[in-house]
């Protein structure tokens, strides 16, 4: 079976986590994406462990599958001109320097778009190609905070809290794998590529959908409420005698469902629980009643009598546990990988499942420049 982006040749000048993870998602799909790096350093995400797998970090594992990698002086006018010809002979390049450093190189949209008038260009960054902030380091971590995500993420009554991993950077990958894909489908219509300004604060903001709807309709800022949500109620995390375990009552029928379990109909007559939007308004309330309720019994008890009501739950896992969950198994969502050192580890492939196409790792994480000659043969014939 032909891959959906099978023939479209992908340069891919980026680093670290977003546009990585954007071309990982291209090369999973088809593209041949070629990765460029320093010479001697590559990817900072290389040197980024322990844990190792031979001389690859898992960090680095984990987003560079599909791809081949050569090395590329961008310092040197011989390897800036090699890159400016391989350029020529692309359909997408992805870069995620800072603004106006690939311009810098020659290298920049503007430059290569008149000697290759069908070229899609994409850049990430923190803040955006315009704007105050366009010249400014741009960090997960700090979109994280200046985005507004930190200020709705912790414990209510403690400081702030960033997500475990690097959201910002992931949602800005996949939104720039998704433009791309959009512009390929537009080149078809008119002949031509376009530039593509991908932000990560531009996507924290947009990804706080209903929170940042709810900001901006009433006017103040949204509260950070741990686990609980600010729409629904219950649904949040509660107690059981032997654990936690997230409770998620999305509507009325499910809290009658829920109401019927717990032994206490008569919960749906009363004017404080009887609907979602009164259920908020009286959440402390409801909250402190179910309480010693949930903490009766343990979590699979809970879990079996909810599930069996079609009300969703489940378990609090750690990592391990949820990598080891049957139904990561039964969805083929693990994958053994041979490196190019001889070593095999297991990770985590593509969530995407077509009907027609199987997931297939067809090429391991490069180890530094493994590709030049290959490259270089096979596109510039040189």
Same mark, same amino acid.
């Given at each position: 079976?032909?891959?959906?982006?099978?023939?479209?040749?992908?340069?891919?000048?980026?680093?670290?986590?977003?546009?990585?993870?954007?071309?990982?998602?291209?090369?999973?799909?088809?593209?041949?994406?070629?990765?460029?790096?320093?010479?001697?350093?590559?990817?900072?995400?290389?040197?980024?462990?322990?844990?190792?797998?031979?001389?690859?970090?898992?960090?680095?594992?984990?987003?560079?599958?599909?791809?081949?990698?050569?090395?590329?002086?961008?310092?040197?006018?011989?390897?800036?001109?090699?890159?400016?010809?391989?350029?020529?002979?692309?359909?997408?390049?992805?870069?995620?320097?800072?603004?106006?450093?690939?311009?810098?190189?020659?290298?920049?949209?503007?430059?290569?778009?008149?000697?290759?008038?069908?070229?899609?260009?994409?850049?990430?960054?923190?803040?955006?190609?315009?704007?105050?902030?366009?010249?400014?380091?741009?960090?997960?971590?700090?979109?994280?905070?200046?985005?507004?995500?930190?200020?709705?993420?912790?414990?209510?009554?403690?400081?702030?809290?960033?997500?475990?991993?690097?959201?910002?950077?992931?949602?800005?990958?996949?939104?720039?794998?998704?433009?791309?894909?959009?512009? %390929?489908?537009?080149?078809?219509?008119? &002949?031509?590529?376009?530039?593509?300004?991908?932000? +990560?604060? =531009?996507?924290?903001? /947009? #990804?706080?959908?209903?929170?940042?709807?709810?900001?901006?309709?009433?006017?103040?800022?949204?509260?950070?409420?741990?686990?609980?949500?600010?729409?629904?109620?219950?649904?949040?995390?509660?107690?059981?005698?032997?654990?936690?375990?997230?409770?998620?009552?999305?509507?009325?029928?499910?809290?009658?469902?829920?109401?019927?379990?717990?032994?206490?109909?008569?919960?749906?007559?009363?004017?404080?629980?009887?609907?979602?939007?009164?259920?908020?308004?009286?959440?402390?309330?409801?909250?402190?009643?179910?309480?010693?309720?949930?903490?009766?019994?343990?979590?699979?008890?809970?879990?079996?009598?909810? %599930?069996?009501?079609?009300?969703?739950? &489940?378990?609090?896992?750690?990592?391990?546990?949820? +990598?080891? =969950?049957?139904?990561? /198994? #039964?969805?083929?969502?693990?994958?053994?990988?041979?490196?190019?050192?001889?070593?095999?580890?297991?990770?985590?492939?593509?969530?995407?499942?077509?009907?027609?196409?199987?997931?297939?790792?067809?090429?391991?994480?490069?180890?530094?420049?493994?590709?030049?000659?290959?490259?270089?043969?096979?596109?510039?014939?040189?």
């Amino acid at each position: 079976m032909t891959h959906p982006l099978h023939g479209i040749r992908v340069l891919d000048f980026s680093r670290v986590l977003a546009g990585p993870f954007c071309t990982m998602m291209l090369a999973d799909f088809g593209a041949e994406v070629v990765k460029f790096e320093r010479p001697d350093i590559g990817d900072e995400t290389r040197h980024w462990g322990p844990p190792w797998a031979g001389s690859l970090s898992a960090y680095y594992i984990s987003i560079n599958r599909n791809k081949y990698s050569i090395t590329l002086d961008l310092k040197s006018a011989e390897d800036r001109d090699i890159a400016r010809q391989l350029a020529r002979k692309a359909d997408v390049l992805v870069e995620n320097f800072k603004v106006g450093q690939m311009a810098g190189f020659g290298l920049d949209y503007e430059t290569l778009s008149p000697e290759n008038p069908r070229l899609i260009y994409c850049s990430l960054t923190g803040y955006g190609q315009d704007g105050l902030y366009a010249n400014r380091p741009g960090y997960d971590y700090v979109i994280q905070a200046q985005s507004g995500l930190m200020s709705i993420t912790g414990p209510a009554d403690g400081e702030p809290h960033k997500v475990g991993v690097a959201i910002a950077d992931v949602i800005s990958g996949l939104n720039a794998a998704n433009a791309i894909q959009a512009a %390929l489908i537009q080149r078809e219509k008119t &002949g031509r590529g376009q530039y593509i300004d991908i932000s +990560l604060l =531009d996507t924290n903001i /947009a #990804a706080l959908v209903n929170i940042a709807s709810n900001t901006l309709i009433s006017g103040q800022a949204s509260p950070r409420l741990g686990n609980a949500h600010p729409n629904i109620v219950p649904y949040q995390t509660f107690h059981a005698a032997d654990g936690k375990f997230v409770l998620a009552v999305g509507n009325d029928r499910q809290f009658a469902a829920l109401c019927d379990i717990i032994g206490k109909p008569e919960w749906m007559q009363d004017d404080r629980f009887a609907t979602n939007p009164a259920r908020v308004e009286n959440r402390d309330t409801l909250i402190e009643m179910l309480n010693p309720i949930l903490r009766s019994q343990p979590v699979a008890y809970w879990e079996k009598k909810l %599930l069996a009501h079609n009300i969703p739950c &489940g378990p609090i896992n750690d990592m391990l546990t949820a +990598l080891q =969950d049957p139904q990561v /198994a #039964a969805r083929r969502l693990l994958h053994d990988v041979m490196l190019p050192d001889g070593e095999t580890v297991t990770t985590v492939g593509s969530p995407i499942k077509f009907s027609d196409i199987p997931f297939t790792i067809h090429r391991p994480p490069p180890e530094l420049g493994q590709d030049n000659d290959e490259v270089l043969s096979r596109w510039l014939g040189s």
